[in-house]
């Protein structure tokens, strides 16, 4: 691997980064024909934002089916349904305007609209041949950086585990990152999207396959998150909310060309297990993991990114969970399935980027500061 570029790049073919840019969406969309899927998630039909789509691609000439999914993670069987749906209708394209999930199942489902297998068989690491139809992403939260990835993390319900399918075609052919769409956001979806992003930065820009390249997407998305998040929690101004999104968008750019780390891979399995927020898990596992990796990051990453926060890096995460009130969840709850959790952290390929290489004890002290 070079060291200041990846060998191959995912950036999607156009974004547009632009405040109230939700009204150039169907105009967008058009290009790519006239008949597609939004797949959405629930508070889009109450902050009014579906009836202004709607309207907006009547306008232009569209047909839209719209296709909200409630909570939790997209599982491999909701691929499979939102991909039937969208044969019956004869769409020409999928547009996901939401948080990860939202994006996430967006995502899978037109990079496999005209896969032969079922979805299962690209999770487990089958090749695709089938080029799929385009994925258009609206972000509605900052973030998961899904927008700018070329992975979807999708739930195999039998195996209880969070696997990605991933391939360069799934990329989004557009993005349109408008920060009014953060607005109201309920504070437990900005705060703990807000860290995921954040935390998604900082793996990126210890991994091992850090380059110059991701390590300037990450080192961005580390100054804007930390700078932006609590104010655009308190008062919501432009300024924040749109440095939040790049920052989010940033930190997908990031890591989709340098992986992540042992956050990540502990993420997974507990997210599946114990049903909590994945930001939240992330947040917890913060300054562990920088305790954990000080050695392997070296001084010099250390630095780089304390300057960016505008103090020192250790201090700075705890200071951001006292003000935003972030405990730990699992405090006081017995361990379940430790063997189970212990195993996929260490096989998972997040954990495999992490600078330091991940043992068995480290997972274990991992467990110990969060639980
Ligand atoms: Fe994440």
Request: glycine content about 10%.
């Amino acid at each position: 691997m070079h060291p200041i570029f990846p060998q191959e790049t995912f950036l999607p073919a156009k974004i547009l980064f632009k405040k109230g840019g939700l009204s150039d969406l169907a105009k967008e969309t058009a290009e790519f024909g006239a008949r597609g899927l939004v797949i959405h998630g629930a508070s889009f039909e109450k902050n009014g934002f579906k009836e202004k789509i709607a309207d907006d691609f009547k306008k232009t000439g569209l047909f839209a089916e719209f296709f909200c999914r409630t909570q939790g993670e997209p599982t491999l069987g909701e691929i499979s349904a939102v991909i039937e749906k969208g044969r019956v209708l004869k769409i020409d394209w999928i547009l996901g305007i939401g948080g990860g999930s939202v994006l996430d199942l967006a995502k899978a489902a037109a990079g496999l609209f005209h896969a032969k297998e079922k979805p299962v068989f690209y999770q487990e690491g089958g090749a695709l041949g089938e080029r799929g139809i385009p994925f258009i992403a609206v972000p509605t939260t900052a973030g998961s950086g899904s927008e700018a990835s070329p992975n979807s993390v999708i739930i195999h319900p039998e195996k209880k585990v969070k696997l990605s399918i991933r391939h360069q075609d799934f990329l989004a052919r557009k993005v349109i990152l408008d920060p009014d769409l953060l607005k109201g956001l309920p504070f437990a979806v900005m705060c703990y999207s807000g860290m995921d992003a954040w935390v998604q930065a900082y793996e990126s820009f210890i991994s091992k396959h850090a380059t110059w390249f991701s390590e300037n997407f990450a080192l961005k998305a580390i100054q804007l998150i930390s700078r932006h998040l609590t104010p655009a929690l308190n008062a919501g101004r432009d300024e924040d909310l749109g440095g939040l999104m790049l920052g989010s968008f940033f930190s997908g750019i990031a890591f989709s060309h340098s992986r992540l780390g042992v956050i990540h891979g502990l993420a997974h399995p507990l997210g599946v297990l114990y049903n909590v927020p994945h930001g939240l898990i992330c947040s917890i596992c913060f300054a562990p993991s920088i305790k954990l990796n000080l050695e392997a990051m070296g001084n010099q990453k250390y630095a780089i990114m304390s300057q960016a926060v505008g103090m020192d890096l250790l201090q700075k995460v705890h200071e951001l969970q006292k003000t935003l009130k972030i405990i730990s969840p699992f405090k006081g709850k017995p361990l379940l399935e430790k063997e189970k959790i212990i195993a996929e952290t260490l096989k998972s390929g997040s954990t495999a980027a992490n600078p330091k290489p991940i043992t068995r004890d480290d997972v274990e002290y991992l467990l110990r500061e969060i639980f």
